[in-house]
């Protein structure tokens, strides 16, 4: 079975600084990877996503991510981090043999002004 | 064009009490799903569908019931609720059987 692991349940960093946030995940193929944020009282909105070809993929807001075949992972970053973009950030995995896709217990991240 | 549209957006019921939480989706999509959220627990899957008149288990489906009679809706009921089934309810849409989800705004359950 496939499984998604946030090691960090909550980051802090300082507005303007680097973002990094981490996603390891268990699957035996290239599954297909997703970054979704959820902003207080809302659901969650798609960020990125990975399906195959370039490693390094772009996303809405600023986002960046990048698929590591060698290390099972597909960390999220940002080089400059704004007050808005407080939230709980969740990381997903998709078995396209299967209809489920699994998500991570999700990262929150704090930013001080 | 309103995408996931989840109904009540908040709701407080007894114990024992039944209710139907209702996921509209106008994306024309095949597949969706029904998420609880609590904390420090992300997100799980209750039950899923991945096409009209289909429905499956997903993760936690213990309490709950769904049905899916029309494509663009997908029904989650509650027959007799317990204080353990309060959390916040996420419905899910997808087109195609990608993994790329659609999410609407919750709905806000309370079992007193």
């Known amino acids: 079975a496939q499984s998604v692991t946030q090691p960090d349940i909550h980051i802090t960093v300082s507005e303007g600084a680097s973002l990094e946030l981490r996603c390891n995940y268990s699957?035996?193929?290239?599954?297909?990877l997703f970054w979704y944020v959820q902003s207080p009282g809302q659901g969650l909105q798609l960020l990125l996503k990975?399906?195959?070809?370039?490693?390094l993929v772009q996303g809405i807001k600023g986002f960046e991510a990048e698929f590591k075949r060698s290390q099972s992972s597909f960390n999220l970053r940002k080089p400059s981090v704004h007050w808005s973009d407080a939230a709980e950030y969740f990381c997903?995995?998709?078995?396209?043999?299967?209809?489920?896709?699994?998500f991570g217990r999700g990262t929150s991240l704090i930013v001080h002004p | 064009n309103a995408g996931v549209t989840q109904t009540p957006k908040f709701r407080v019921l007894k114990t024992g009490q039944s209710m139907t939480l209702l996921c509209a989706q106008d994306?024309?999509?095949?597949?969706m799903y029904w998420y609880r959220q609590d904390p420090g627990m992300g997100l799980r899957l209750i039950h899923y569908?991945?096409?009209?008149?289909?429905?499956a288990k997903g993760e936690v489906p213990d309490g709950y019931n769904v049905s899916r009679l029309k494509k663009q809706n997908f029904l989650l009921g509650l027959e007799s609720a317990a204080p353990s089934q309060t959390s916040v309810y996420f419905c899910?849409?997808?087109?195609?059987?990608?993994?790329?989800?659609?999410f609407g705004e919750g709905s806000r359950l309370t079992v007193l």
């Open positions: 899910a849409s997808s087109y195609q059987n990608t993994g790329e989800l659609f």
């Open positions: 699957y035996g193929a290239t599954p297909y």
């Open positions: 990975y399906f195959s070809g370039d490693t």
């Open positions: 997903a995995v998709h078995n396209p043999g299967s209809y489920i896709p699994t």
């Open positions: 994306m024309n999509h095949e597949y």
């Open positions: 569908s991945v096409g009209e008149g289909t429905t």
